[in-house]
T-cell receptor
Framework: TQLLEQSPQFLSIQEGENLTVYCNSSSVFSSLQWYRQEPGEGPVLLVTVVTGGEVKKLKRLTFQFGDARKDSSLHITAAQPGDTGLYLCAPQRNQGGKLIFGQGTELSVKP | DARVTQTPRHKVTEMGQEVTMRCQPILGHNTVFWYRQTMMQGLELLAYFRNRAPLDDSGMPKDRFSAEMPDATLATLKIQPSEPRDSAVYFC???????????FGSGTRLTVV
């Protein structure tokens, strides 16, 4: 069983602040996905990272896959209330397609 | 936009009753997942199918839960008999390949009293 840790568990910040959330494991992954879940809805895919060291940007969100493909981070610049939600990482160990999620980071951005 | 449709959205039932949740995956998607989400456990994988064949149902309590795909347009998750500890939001997701990401439905909120 892979051990997957997301941190912090909860984060409450003011609009305009920057933040970083982390997804860490001792296992090597073939790829990793980040999802965001809003209340009352299912998770929605934000990005897939595949290559060690890869950086992807989605507007104010920057995703990085660790060089060793064991960890990932999500950085949000100038957070807005619309960024509020549960951020989940989902690493994959092989191409079998099984999707296992971390516990998530609950982000609240106050106006 | 293509979407995964789950029914019902909400279900309240008494302990011991049978509960059936349904999912219509996106047309053409060959992989279907069932997840359960609670505050304590987060998103837990219950079962998943590829091309309608079950690949892994190790996350599912076998004595009371069953998951099937009678055809490519319908996945079902059944609980019999239901217990209060089954109260959770149940999500279905479908997709083609893991790197393309999976699309989730809006979930079925189950309350067993």
């Amino acid at each position: 069983t892979q051990l997957l840790e997301q941190s912090p568990q909860f984060l409450s910040i003011q609009e305009g602040e920057n933040l970083t959330v982390y997804c860490n494991s001792s296992s090597v992954f073939s790829s990793l996905q980040w999802y965001r879940q809003e209340p009352g809805e299912g998770p929605v895919l934000l990005v897939t990272v595949v290559t060690g060291g890869e950086v992807k940007k989605l507007k104010r969100l920057t995703f990085q896959f660790g060089d060793a493909r064991k960890d990932s981070s999500l950085h949000i610049t100038a957070a807005q209330p619309g960024d509020t939600g549960l951020y989940l990482c989902a690493p994959q160990r092989n191409q079998g397609g099984k999707l296992i999620f971390g516990q998530g980071t609950e982000l609240s951005v106050k106006p | 936009d293509a979407r995964v449709t789950q029914t019902p959205r909400h279900k309240v039932t008494e302990m011991g009753q049978e509960v059936t949740m349904r999912c219509q995956p996106i047309l053409g998607h060959n992989t279907v997942f069932w997840y359960r989400q609670t505050m304590m456990q987060g998103l837990e994988l219950l079962a998943y199918f590829r091309n309608r064949a079950p690949l892994d149902d190790s996350g599912m309590p076998k004595d009371r839960f069953s998951a099937e795909m009678p055809d490519a347009t319908l996945a079902t998750l059944k609980i019999q008999p239901s217990e209060p500890r089954d109260s959770a939001v149940y999500f279905c997701a479908s997709g083609l390949r893991v790197n393309y990401g999976y699309t989730f439905g809006s979930g079925t909120r189950l309350t067993v009293v």
